[in-house]
């Protein structure tokens, strides 16, 4: 049986490992012990509060295999961005040069650096072994976390959004950050992209030129990868497209890849969550796949069983797993 729970201190190691699998790019899931330990120690004071609105939290998810007793996959929902570190991104808009004497009327792309999703949530840290980017796993560990939100809507904005790695080379390369930030930061991508996650981001704002980038100044490498993603985020990038999430214009200011938007409540996953009471049985294998958690917020539980009817049936082992019993009240949605 695959699980997603909240991340826990004696996962750091297997933390550790996937951030070391994700390579360059992955700017909220960084190579970095140190920083990562962080992460582990805020998500568990996150799932721990008592909150009422929105603030700093983070919630950290895993998704751990009950037959191998390991863990093959990670994800994050951050409760709001950019409260006490600013959240830029550039805004992809339409700059207007005109002459009426020369009969000219020209529309030129550029890149605003703004602030416009400050206070938004965010869903990031996304990794799933390769093995296991089969049978709906991957839909298990990116949508149990839209089920969580879902349980407690007070804990997060009206508005949520994801980050897209943009596009880089094998080789590290970002063509975006080769053609803007290396001239005002003079480091590499990766070097820059780990700077972010551990140190005061107002550097951002105070290097990064303030006034808007002209797209067709730019190296043709670097607007050819404007609002695109990397394709090893393609299924992941398909799953939050089907939840509702559309690229709106704006992009990441490292490596221009595409930020995605929707409002919370229109989260299809959101919309469509219903309740019921855990009844128990013989495991169900024929019916449509549904994702089905607990309603703890500290011992939240997911997993993904079948439902025939109106009627959702589990067995012992997956009440055992999502740490209820007969009775109990679930929430589930279909996928």
């Not at 349980?151 to 980050?163: L, Q």
């Amino acid at each position: 049986m695959l699980i997603v729970r909240p991340i826990k201190n004696d996962d750091g190691e297997d933390f550790n490992n996937f951030a070391a699998a994700t390579g360059v790019g992955h700017t909220n899931l960084p190579n970095h012990p140190t920083q990562l330990a962080q992460k582990i120690n805020h998500s568990e004071l996150s799932f721990a509060s008592s909150v009422d609105h929105a603030g700093e939290e983070g919630y950290t998810f895993v998704m751990e295999d009950t037959h191998t007793h390991r863990l093959v996959g990670t994800c994050t929902v951050d409760a709001t961005v950019g409260l006490s570190q600013p959240y830029c991104t550039y805004r992809v808009d339409q700059v207007t040069h005109s002459s009426v004497d020369l009969k000219i009327n020209n529309r030129v792309p550029a890149l605003h650096m703004n602030y416009d999703y400050t206070g938004a949530s965010r869903l990031s840290s996304f990794y799933l072994e390769p093995d296991y980017r089969c049978n709906f796993y991957d839909q298990l560990l990116s949508k149990s976390r839209l089920l969580f939100m879902a349980c407690f809507p007070e804990r997060f904005a009206a508005t949520t959004i994801a980050e897209m790695k943009g596009v880089i080379g094998s080789d590290g390369v970002s063509p975006f950050w080769e053609s803007v930030g290396r001239h005002f930061f003079t480091m590499d991508f990766a070097e820059a992209d780990l700077l972010t996650t551990s140190s005061n981001k107002h550097f951002i704002a105070n290097l990064m030129p303030r006034y808007p980038l002209y797209v067709p100044l730019l190296s043709d490498n670097a607007q050819a990868v404007i609002g695109q993603h990397h394709d090893d985020v393609e299924d992941i990038v398909n799953i939050l497209e089907h939840e509702g999430l559309r690229f709106e214009g704006h992009v990441d200011i490292f490596d221009a890849g595409p930020i995605l938007e929707v409002r919370t409540r229109h989260i299809r996953a959101i919309r469509h969550v219903e309740q019921t009471q855990a009844l128990v049985g013989d495991e169900v294998l024929q019916g449509k796949r549904v994702l089905v958690c607990n309603n703890s917020c500290l011992d939240f539980r997911c997993i993904i069983a079948r439902k025939q009817d109106r009627t959702l049936v589990l067995s012992e082992s997956q009440l055992d797993g999502l740490h209820v019993a007969t009775g109990n009240t679930l929430t589930y949605c279909q996928l």
